[in-house]
């Protein structure tokens, strides 16, 4: 990175120097893609482990969380509902296995598919 960054040091038009802008691009890319593969890790984990975590009916967000840390995945609210959508879509769960208080309030999908034009 920095060898890109020393190789076009020079002054655009503008007279901002080239390399600032790519050091300014390269930040946000960079953590989306470290971000994007650390879920991906999370939930390669999560899939093994979720016929042990949502064995109990009626469980809460924060108790299914706490679940999946116990077992080493650590997942936040956002990333939680995702996987949790995700195992919906695959028909793995159904809806009124999904805790209602996931990622504050849930949108049931299918009632808003159903009733959007």
Known sequence: M???IRT???RNK???Q???IILILSVPIAWFLISAVLFEKKKRAAWKLYPQVLCK???TS???RAEFKKRGVNFSGAELYL???ELEECGVVTHQDVPKNLAGTIIDVRWFKSTSL
Do not use: A, D
Request: glycine share 10%; proline share 0%; charged share 20%.
């Open 57 to 59: 009916q009626g469980i």
């Open 83 to 85: 996987f949790m959508n």
């Open 2 to 4: 920095y060898y890109i």
């Open 18 to 20: 080239v390399s600032t």
């Open 14 to 16: 503008k007279g901002f």
């Open 8 to 10: 076009v040091k020079q």
């Open 62 to 64: 924060r108790e299914l």
